[in-house]
């Protein structure tokens, strides 16, 4: 996807920095808005929503690098200071505050930074700026001609293409793996990286890792009810599986008239997999699959499936892009991480429906969307356009850990510049040409909780896979029967 590499540029002036140290940077600039920013803030004033990952490295002090710099230095008119209105980390819970600022017609925020799962209701519900007709036409192309599709979807109307929200940063699930115990135990990984195993090859390769080296976990991943199962960690499963939520990917991002296919025989044989994982050979699990996961998974999110892997005490971890950024240099594994997409138990070829089967990279990241109340929309489109220049988007990465939405720049820099990741270009490249997104239509909020629900359930054992994939079948048909009915 996206254009071809047209060739390496001197990115010698970044250095890299890891994180965590990213992360600690002076925030003096990111300020919490609690109502001190509304009609008496100053001039060249926007205020953007963000999480602490991102408040951290918007400012900084003396000469570090951060993305206000680089922002100016794309053109930025150096009056225009973003200023960040920090905001949980929980996806459910911006959601929930953006909702609530975007119906009460509430300005500033000037700019809301939106998960790529639920951009498109706001732009269904006119609540964000129409970017195709307000970006200059230099600025459109180069979006459109070379960000990651996949991301683009998630923040156009899906109706008429118009782009609505700029792509900060795609985000991409990946397997990270001890290549040296992996090896130790007796496996060949060479070709992993681009070509994953099935799914019973890896779990007895991670059983025999985690025995060899005494470790307490063999694979760590996010399990629990929460939105992260249901858009990204099952779907990957799933998808692996040659399952799907609505009969393939053709049908995605609009509800109603679609097929519910989450009764289906591999969904179900895919939740079987993961309770092998986790408990080994009891009910309602498959043979052949180990046990190699901590039934704590099920209470477990992103950074406490990554604790024991980044402490050397598991054999593998799900994760993202900055977990790669962490657990990748050479004060960690540096090149003793494998990173891969997710093994696969049913290919392409074998699965039934579009598009699934074969490995599989869930799609996540971040859009930026105006707010169509704002006063400061024409400072606030200047912001956008400058973040869409190519030494912004590489400046988040090194910062950040967070992938470019033009990943051609992946493999056009070197880890020493922009850290780890980098060193994993062919990985990622791989990630987006599998990358599964979640339905992202105007119903996937209330479905998502429903499919959280009841796999988190299944996982626990406290509902057989069958019985809670059936209950999950009827719940959404019945969901997707409202709209019809609704003419939605």
Same mark, same amino acid.
């Given at each position: ?13 970044? *250095? ?24 008496? *803030? ?82 269904? *519900? ?296 980098? *060193? ?65």
């Amino acid at each position: 996807m996206g254009r071809e590499s047209t060739g390496r540029r001197d990115r010698t002036r970044f *250095r890299r920095r890891s994180i965590l140290k990213a992360a600690s940077a002076s925030t003096a600039g990111a300020v919490a808005v609690t109502g001190c920013l509304g009609r008496g *803030r100053s001039p060249g004033r926007v205020v953007m929503t963000a999480a602490q990952d991102v408040a951290g490295i918007m400012h900084s002090e003396g000469d570090d690098p951060s993305i206000q710099q680089a922002l100016w230095d794309a053109g930025l008119d150096e009056d225009i200071r973003v200023e960040i209105q920090t905001v949980v980390s929980d996806s459910a819970s911006r959601m929930q505050t953006t909702q609530s600022a975007l119906q009460a017609g509430r300005a500033p925020p000037d700019i809301h930074m939106m998960d790529s799962g639920w951009t498109v209701p706001f732009i269904l *519900r006119e609540q964000t700026v129409n970017l195709t007709e307000r970006f200059s036409e230099d600025v459109l192309g180069s979006v459109n001609d070379n960000y990651l599709e996949a991301i683009l979807e998630t923040a156009r109307h899906p109706q008429n293409g118009d782009l609505h929200a700029l792509p900060l940063f795609p985000d991409l699930g990946f397997t990270l793996y001890r290549e040296d115990l992996i090896e130790d135990a007796g496996y060949d990984t060479s070709g992993w990286g681009t070509d994953p195993p099935r799914w019973e090859e890896f779990a007895n390769a991670v059983r025999d890792a985690r025995d060899g080296a005494d470790l307490n976990y063999g694979f760590t991943t996010q399990a629990a009810a929460y939105e992260g199962l249901s858009c990204c960690t099952f779907n990957e499963v799933m998808t692996s599986w040659g399952g799907a939520y609505y009969g393939g990917t053709d049908n995605l991002f609009t509800a109603g008239d679609r097929p519910v296919t989450v009764d289906d025989q591999r969904v179900i044989d895919s939740i079987r997999m993961m309770r092998s994982f986790i408990e080994g050979e009891e009910e309602n699990t498959l043979d052949g699959y180990p046990q190699i996961a901590p039934s704590a998974i099920v209470q477990w999110t992103e950074q406490q499936s990554l604790s024991p892997f980044s402490a050397g005490d598991a054999v593998s971890n799900r994760n993202w892009s900055y977990a790669i950024a962490e657990t990748g240099t050479e004060e960690a594994f540096g090149e003793n991480l494998g990173v891969m997409t997710r093994p696969y138990a049913v290919s392409r070829e074998e699965a039934e429906y579009a598009d699934v089967g074969g490995t599989a990279a869930a799609l996540g990241g971040w859009n930026l969307a105006v707010s169509p109340f704002s006063d400061r929309q024409e400072e606030a489109l200047q912001v956008l356009e400058a973040f869409a220049t190519e030494d912004v988007m590489l400046t988040v990465f090194e910062l950040g850990g967070f992938l470019p939405p033009n990943l051609d720049l992946v493999a056009e820099v070197s880890p020493d510049d922009v850290g780890p990741v980098a *060193r994993y270009a062919d990985v990622v490249q791989a990630a987006s040409e599998n990358a599964i997104p979640r339905p992202a239509t105007d119903l996937w909020p209330e479905q998502s909780a429903l499919i959280y629900q009841e796999v988190n359930a299944a996982y626990r054992g406290a509902k057989a896979p069958a019985a809670a994939m059936s209950d999950l079948a009827n719940e959404l048909e019945q969901s997707e029967a409202e709209v019809q009915t609704n003419g939605n």
